[in-house]
Nanobody
């Protein structure tokens, strides 16, 4: 069972990145997916989450209208599209699969986690 993020890197303010989260040994479409991030010296925080139907989405206020979570069930992959990136978006980003079909839950309610991918927003 594994989740593997990719797509991170260095981007200028105002730029865009799309992170991918490829699953193996588990099926992403059945449960809610969350994206989290951890900046240096800060606690990990939830960026957003979507239910198994993708219609039940929640985003943190700091990223709402800039970030979008989606998934490709054929590829068993989730995505985090990030637009208009800001320096404060710099962090390691993690994807995780929830124990639940939808809803907002604490990190303890996520069964599987990726290893993270670094996103740096800087000019």
């Amino acid at each position: 069972v594994r989740l593997a993020e990719s797509g991170g890197g260095l981007v200028q303010p105002g730029g865009s990145l799309t992170l991918s989260c490829v699953a193996s040994g588990l099926t992403l479409e059945y449960y809610a997916i969350g994206w989290f991030r951890q900046a240096p010296g800060k606690e990990r925080e939830r960026v957003g989450c979507v239910g198994n139907s993708d219609g039940d989405a929640y985003y943190a206020a700091s990223v709402r209208d800039r970030f979008t979570i989606s998934r490709d069930n054929v590829k068993n992959t989730a995505y985090l599209q990030m637009n208009n990136l800001k320096p404060e978006d710099t962090a390691v980003y993690f994807c995780a699969q929830s124990k639940h079909y939808s809803g907002i839950y604490s990190e303890d309610e996520y069964d599987y986690w990726g290893q993270g991918t670094q996103v740096t927003v800087s000019s």
